[in-house]
């Protein structure tokens, strides 16, 4: 199964930044995804994704 994911703005690398992304898949359906830093430094960034 293919899903489209938009976000409404870009994520700040910052650890405890957040934000609620949108998934669209094929039949048109969507599905909430939170994104949230959890650590971030010059060259490496971890991100936590739930659905």
Do not use: E, Y
């Amino acid at each position: 199964m293919k899903v489209h994911v938009s976000c409404p703005r870009a994520l700040k690398a910052v650890a405890g930044a957040g934000l609620v992304c949108t998934g669209q898949k094929n039949d048109g359906t969507t599905v909430d995804i939170p994104v949230t830093v959890i650590n971030a430094t010059d060259t490496h960034i971890t991100w936590k994704f739930r659905r």
